[in-house]
């Protein structure tokens, strides 16, 4: 086990060059960070950076997106770089908002495009991205 901050990194097919891009750029600053990503994305970044400590899941129409999405529920996800494609229609769009909706839910810092990776990635917070606890206040209605 390592206590180094766990980031996950997905793109869709239009937007996987640009996030290979930025892994290539960025990969040192990326380094601090155990990754997760996505399997397509993963594997894509693996070919670019193999050297990264990146774990690949399933690919997102098969369950990837909800593998991400329990890992956030389970407190054990520091941050989520998203390089989503809103001009596509997905067949997996319901797991992609529940992706979205529980980084909302527990204040996972969450970049959505390449401009606010970038921002996110030299914030002062690099080594531990999550502000506020694992576990959200939910008032149940009775
Ligand atoms: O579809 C995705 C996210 O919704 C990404 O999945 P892949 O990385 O497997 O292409």
Redesign the pocket.
């Known amino acids: 086990m390592t206590d180094r901050p766990v980031l996950a990194l ?4 239009a937007k ?1 060059d640009a996030m290979v891009a930025f892994v290539r750029r960025n990969a040192e600053k990326l380094s601090v960070f155990r990754l997760v ?8 970044i693996l070919d670019a950076c193999p050297e990264l400590n990146l774990m690949q899941l ?5 369950g ?2 909800q593998q991400i999405g329990a890992m956030i529920a389970e407190g054990r996800l520091d941050g989520l770089f ?1 390089f ?1 494609d809103p001009l596509s229609p ?1 067949p ?1 769009d319901v ?2 908002k529940a ?1 979205m909706r529980l980084a909302l839910v527990y204040d996972i810092p969450m970049a959505l495009n390449l401009s606010t990776a970038e921002i996110l990635l030299r914030s002062a917070r690099l080594t531990g991205l999550r502000t506020t606890s694992a576990t959200p206040e939910i008032s149940v209605p009775r």
């Not at 990503?37 to 594997?43: I, L, P, R, S, V």
């Not at 399933?58 to 098969?62: C, E, H, I, V």
């Open positions: 997905v793109a869709h097919d996987k990503a996505t399997g397509t994305t993963g594997g894509r399933k690919s997102g129409p098969l990837g997106d998203f989503a997905m997996h797991d992609v992706l």
